[in-house]
Nanobody, 125 residues
Framework: QVQLVESGGGLVQAGGSLRLSCAAS????????MGWFRQAPGKEREFVAV????????AYSDSVKGRFTISRDNAKNTVYLQMNSLKLEDTAVYYC??????????????????WGQGTQVTVSS
């Protein structure tokens, strides 16, 4: 089973930017849609962005649309989340995950498996 490791989180001021990475090992992501999700303290995990296996389709939650960009480099087996114009409410642990079915695409977190351990993003005022 593919293992995912997120990195790139940290402390940033509101209005700043961060780029998260999700690197895979033990398998290829070439046939899997990949998603980013986040969970803030006391809240349920929520969808952030998804990218299809080929990279030709993406979707974003309304709360990050226009500020975040998901991308992937299948040659490097890595998925990215570029986060710009960060807001206090973006503070959360960010997780990447692979869709449990090959060549499938959705935004429902229950369709995703192989979750990483998460990376903390903290936005300060």
């Amino acid at each position: 089973q593919v293992q995912l490791v997120e990195s790139g989180g940290g402390l940033v001021q509101a209005g700043g930017s961060l780029r998260l990475s999700c690197a895979a090992s033990g398998g290829t992501l070439r046939a899997s849609s990949m998603g980013w999700f986040r969970q803030a303290p006391g809240k349920e995990r929520e969808f952030v962005a998804v990218i299809s296996w080929s990279g030709d389709r993406t979707a974003y939650s309304d709360s990050v649309k226009g500020r975040f960009t998901i991308s992937r480099d299948n040659a490097k087996n890595t998925v990215y989340l570029q986060m710009n114009s960060l807001k206090l409410e973006d503070t959360a642990v960010y997780y990447c995950a692979a869709h449990r079915r090959l060549f499938d695409y959705s935004t429902d977190s229950t369709d995703f498996a192989s979750w990483g351990q998460g990376t903390q993003v903290t936005v300060s005022s």
